[in-house]
Nanobody, 120 residues
Framework: VQLQASGGGLVQPGGSLRLSCAASRFALDYYAVGWFRQAPGKEREGVSCISGPGPSTYYLDSVKGRFTISRNNRKGTVDLQMNSLKPEDTAVYYC??????????????WGKGTLVTVSS
């Protein structure tokens, strides 16, 4: 399973950013793929996850209505469109395989992170 995140950067509060995860065919065929983040001094948390069939999606409460996850099996990507960004969204964002019940959890594979900084 190969996962490669890109698209991080510096954005002002209220702005938008799009993260992209290039996923191997095996990952997309057999796993739900999504995004986690870890802010300085905080634990890593699941942000959003998208399944294969359906697809079904799940979001962290604090990003609902602002973030949208999508997958393009033909291109081999899982993207996270982030709108109305807030300073508290600042974190290193990781693409990973995932699942959810009451919250999103990792199912074994991680990509390298990409830094998102929301600041004026």
């Amino acid at each position: 399973v190969q996962l490669q995140a890109s698209g991080g950067g510096l954005v002002q509060p209220g702005g938008s950013l799009r993260l992209s995860c290039a996923a191997s065919r095996f990952a997309l065929d057999y796993y739900a793929v999504g995004w986690f983040r870890q802010a300085p001094g905080k634990e890593r948390e699941g942000v959003s996850c998208i399944s294969g069939p359906g697809p079904s999606t799940y979001y962290l409460d604090s990003v609902k209505g602002r973030f949208t996850i999508s997958r393009n099996n033909r291109k081999g990507t899982v993207d996270l469109q982030m709108n109305s960004l807030k300073p508290e969204d600042t974190a290193v964002y990781y693409c990973a395989t995932c699942a959810w019940n009451d919250e999103i959890y990792n199912t074994g594979y991680w990509g390298k992170g990409t830094l998102v900084t929301v600041s004026s």
